[in-house]
């Protein structure tokens, strides 16, 4: 039988709760129906959302550095390890075909038990002289037999590891083409976003940009052309810099030439991946600057964060050190004096000065 008891009434609290919620509810359905979901975005909105992008694409930009890196090595090893294979293989099949030829002879000879081939040779001496050298080549055939056995030991060992190396390259190449993807989205993305300005908009952007490089680049003294500008700025090395303190500090030999060779560099494009000499990416350029004054640096700015011996004091960073930003150390630049860095910033723009308080600062690394 239906239960005819009068249910029971919210309290009042509950009242409460679920008017304001209901409020809640209407007024986000309201400003939901106002909001225009294909509204452009402010210019101050696109870049703050195009920087984004661009600081995730270096994330991955630098993370491919690593899986090529990983590549590259591994191939090489591989290639070693499948060259030992074969070269072990030959010697192997040497070392069994010596003794085919010697079973091969020896059974062609007769396989008479010998005590009775001594009872009916007519020449007993000849005969034992030939014993003995048989028992001779039976003690060469016993050490090519222990010969063989090592050698089979040692290609299975080399084969396993190739197989492993094999193995390992396969997924490293993996990596490599989701790196690439993950690369080529975020900057897709942030092409869609810059698309959605009007080319004034796009020309103030850069225009804001280039001011920025120019003013970075009077302040470190070391370029004489606009930042954004032609290539070939200036060659002075890093000695007779300014620190972040105001205070003249000298860059060292090494740190200075690759300071002086990046210079060189000013105006080359970014291209993510790249290693020099006429276009480069973060830590493509550190690593080619450092490479002409004889250093060589890892590929990827997480490696190169342990090339050296840390700075935290800004203070205390001299011309030439390496500059590492962000928390996960994704990327790198080059010390250029007066809280200045010198870098390849990211893509669409060109290897340029830029002040180190536009980007989070980790430490500094003094190379050597």
């Not at 200045?340 to 910033?345: E, F, K, N, R």
Request: proline share 3%; glycine share 10%.
């Amino acid at each position: 039988m239906a239960s005819h008891r009068r249910p029971k009434q919210p309290s009042r609290t509950r009242v409460t709760v679920l008017t304001a919620t209901a409020a809640a509810a209407v007024a986000l359905s309201a400003q939901a129906a106002s909001a225009d979901p294909g509204a452009k975005p402010t210019r101050s909105e696109a870049k703050e959302k195009v920087d984004a992008l661009y600081e995730q694409a270096e994330q991955a930009t630098e993370k491919y550095n690593g899986a090529k890196q990983r590549q590259e090595k591994l191939e090489k090893e591989a290639g070693a390890l499948q060259d030992r294979v074969a070269r072990g293989q030959e010697e192997l099949n040497k070392l069994r075909d010596g003794l085919g030829a010697v079973a091969t002879a020896q059974y062609r000879s007769g396989s008479v038990d010998p005590s009775l081939q001594l009872l009916l040779s007519s020449d007993p001496d000849s005969y034992l002289e030939r014993a003995s050298t048989l028992n001779q080549v039976s003690a060469k055939q016993a050490e090519t037999l222990r010969q063989i056995a090592t050698k089979q030991r040692a290609l299975k060992q080399q084969r396993e590891e190739a197989a492993g190396k094999l193995a390992d390259l396969e997924s490293t190449r993996k990596a490599l083409g989701e790196r690439k993807a993950e690369v080529q989205g975020k900057l897709a993305e942030a092409q869609d976003v810059l698309n959605s300005l009007t080319e004034k908009e796009r020309a103030a952007i850069a225009a804001a940009e280039k001011e920025e490089a120019a003013e970075a680049a009077a302040k470190a003294g070391g370029a004489k052309d606009d930042a954004s500008g032609s290539k070939g700025g200036s060659k002075e090395g890093g000695s007779g810099q300014t620190g972040s303190s105001g205070k003249a500090v000298p860059g060292s030999g090494r740190a200075g030439a690759a300071l002086a060779a990046a210079q060189t560099k000013i105006g080359s494009p970014y291209v993510w991946g790249a290693t020099g000499p006429s276009s480069f990416d973060c830590s493509g350029l550190t690593s080619w600057a450092y490479a002409q004054a004889g250093v060589t640096l890892d590929r990827t700015s997480q490696a190169q964060a342990n090339d050296g011996t840390r700075i935290y004091d800004q203070s205390q960073l001299q011309p030439g050190d390496l500059v590492i930003f962000y928390g996960d150390q994704h990327h790198v630049g080059l010390y250029a004096g007066n809280g200045q860095v010198l870098h390849a910033p990211r893509t669409g723009t060109v290897v340029r000065y830029e002040a180190m308080g536009n980007m989070p600062f980790q430490f500094g690394v003094r190379v050597g």
